[in-house]
C-alpha cells in the first residue's frame, strides 16, 4: 500500500481553527474505515475520530462538537476540521487506514498510518 500523507499542521491560538488532510494512491476511500490519531511524543495514540465506508463516524468524548471527519471518496481525500481549538489539542496528529467494519478510535484496529502532521495550540 502507498503511504498515507498528511498536511495542514500548524500553530495557531486558542479558539482558532484548523483543517488537516490525508491523502493516499492505491486506497480506495470508500472501501476503507479511516481515522485521525493524535500523540504526545511517549504516549500512546489516542483516537480522535474515524469514518467508515458507511460514512458513520465516532469521535473521542474531547473533541465531540468541535471537530468534523469527513472524506471525498472521489478524491481519496480524508479531512479533519477542528475548530474550537485549546491548548491540550497540541498534539502530533495521524492518519490512518485499514478495512474495518464500522468506525474504529482503536489505535491497534489498522495497520496504515501516516507519518503525522504538528498541530500546535497556543493559550
Known amino acids: 500500500q502507498q503511504p498515507l500523507l498528511e498536511s495542514g499542521g500548524g500553530s495557531v491560538q486558542a479558539g482558532g481553527s484548523l483543517r488537516l488532510s490525508c491523502v493516499a494512491a492505491?486506497?480506495?476511500?470508500?472501501?476503507?474505515?479511516m481515522g485521525w490519531f493524535r500523540q504526545v511524543s511517549g504516549s500512546e495514540r489516542e483516537g480522535v475520530a474515524a469514518i467508515d465506508s458507511e460514512n458513520m463516524t465516532a469521535y473521542a468524548p474531547s473533541v465531540l462538537g468541535r471537530f468534523t471527519i469527513s472524506k471525498d471518496n472521489a478524491k481519496n481525500i480524508l479531512y479533519l476540521q477542528m475548530n474550537s481549538l485549546k491548548p491540550e489539542d497540541t498534539d502530533m496528529y495521524y492518519c490512518?487506514?485499514?478495512?474495518?467494519?464500522?468506525?474504529?478510535?482503536?489505535?491497534?484496529?489498522?495497520?496504515?498510518w501516516g507519518q503525522g502532521t504538528q498541530v500546535t495550540v497556543s493559550s
Open positions: 492505491g486506497y480506495t476511500y470508500s472501501h476503507y474505515c
Open positions: 490512518a487506514a485499514d478495512e474495518l467494519p464500522g468506525a474504529s478510535l482503536r489505535e491497534s484496529a489498522f495497520a496504515y
